[in-house]
């Protein structure tokens, strides 16, 4: 086995880190990007490891792996990796990676209308530039839907209520304010415990179906805590994958949160702000009111800012007893 040598360019979006990964991956290969992902959970799962886990990453590590279209008319397909796989959808993962593609050349488009494949389904994202430079980059979701409002027993909570809603992946909202949970970061190992207890519980209790009737889809993302914030209209703490903290406000869950404001009728056409754990925000409305396979959903718009922070070669040594990769806490 020789050493294995894998190119990145470092950013992030709101804080949330991406990698996105250059050169020395190998191929990918299906005829959609949701088997392409299964391909790449069965046989390249040790360079997703390599990438996200210590020693070269850290518990909360994102990634993403640009490849060809899976359409004929789409300008790049994209497989997105965290600490436990591969997500079938990740907005703040689309706003870096349509800065840093074309402002590194990664892939061609139109500036206006760029066509991205994912696991989830389209994407169409808009780069806007000033001066120059690309500042905010904006997309249109897959469909986004409520599916079903649920109570469920939790360790040290007790009965807790979700909603339960698709924004490109499934997640569990829940109000931080009605458990006495602070959303920051000097709380984040109680809201890790909480939200992997929550996530837990909802597998547990709740069959998740996607109208789609693709099964790859029909599982839990993670848990969104969400309460008022003053300066703007609430703020989002995401607890994702296996334990993960978003560092942003998560733009698939601000999809979701746009489609349970807008089945309650609280949200139209307007922009909304939700912040992060950090205090940084994403902005979201709704599009459109569409039929989702005969399910009510809604085409969100997310809008964001992304950064570079700058490139790294990472090499892998067959003969490096920690070359799995590891997670401590």
Same mark, same amino acid.
């Given at each position: ?15 949330? *880190? ?10 990918? $290969? ?17 360079? %997703?490891?390599?990438?996200?886990? !210590? ?12 490849? $060809?279209?899976?359409?004929? #008319? ?9 600490? +436990? ?33 994912? $696991? /989830? ?16 980059? &904006? ?9 079903? !409002?649920?109570?469920?027993?939790? $360790?040290?909570?007790? &009965? ?11 997640? /569990?909202?829940? #109000? ?28 547990? #209790?709740?069959?998740?179906?996607? *109208? @789609? ?9 993670? =848990? ?16 994702? /994958? ?5 560092? @942003? ?8 949160? /746009?489609?349970?404001?807008?089945? %309650?009728? +609280?949200?139209? &056409? !307007?922009?909304?702000?939700? !912040?992060?754990?950090?205090? =940084? @925000? ?6 459109? @009111?569409?039929?989702?396979a005969g399910a009510k959903a809604i085409v969100p718009e997310v809008r964001g800012r992304a950064h570079v922070t700058g490139k790294a070669e990472f090499w892998l040594d067959p003969d490096d007893p920690l070359r799995d990769g590891f997670v401590i806490r």
């Open positions: 086995m020789n050493q294995i040598k894998i190119t990145t360019i470092e950013a992030h979006t709101a804080g949330e *880190p991406l990698r996105i990964i250059t050169s020395g991956y190998p191929d990918v $290969p299906g005829k959609t990007i949701l088997a392409r992902r299964a391909y790449a959970r069965e046989h390249l799962d040790h360079l %997703r490891r390599m990438l996200m886990l !210590e020693p070269r990453g850290h518990a909360d590590m994102y990634g993403a792996l640009l490849m $060809p279209p899976a359409t004929d #008319d789409g300008d790049v397909g994209v497989l997105f990796l965290h600490n +436990e796989g591969y997500s079938t959808m990740c907005g703040h993962g689309i706003i870096a990676m349509v800065k840093v593609g074309l402002e590194h050349g990664l892939f061609a488009a139109d500036e206006s209308d760029i066509k991205i494949d994912t $696991p /989830a389904g389209r994407i169409r994202a808009s780069a806007h530039r000033q001066d120059g430079v690309i500042t905010d980059v &904006s997309f249109l979701n897959v469909p986004s839907f409520v599916f079903a !409002e649920v109570a469920v027993d939790v $360790p040290e909570l007790g &009965s807790v209520p979700c909603t339960i809603a698709y924004g490109g992946a499934f997640y /569990a909202y829940v #109000d931080a304010d009605a458990l006495g949970l602070t959303l920051d970061a000097v709380h984040c190992q109680e809201l890790i415990r909480h939200g992997m207890a929550i996530k837990r519980a909802v597998m547990r #209790d709740c069959a998740l179906k996607h *109208p @789609s009737g693709d099964k790859d889809l029909n599982f839990l993302y993670g =848990t969104i805590f969400v309460a008022k914030q003053d300066g703007a209209h609430s703020r989002n703490v995401c607890i994702f /994958a296996d334990g993960e903290v978003d560092r @942003s406000p998560t733009g698939t869950g601000v999809s979701g949160r /746009a489609a349970i404001h807008h089945a %309650r009728g +609280e949200l139209g &056409s !307007e922009w909304i702000r939700i !912040e992060s754990i950090l205090g =940084t @925000s994403f902005d979201v409305r709704v599009v459109e @009111s569409v039929d989702l």
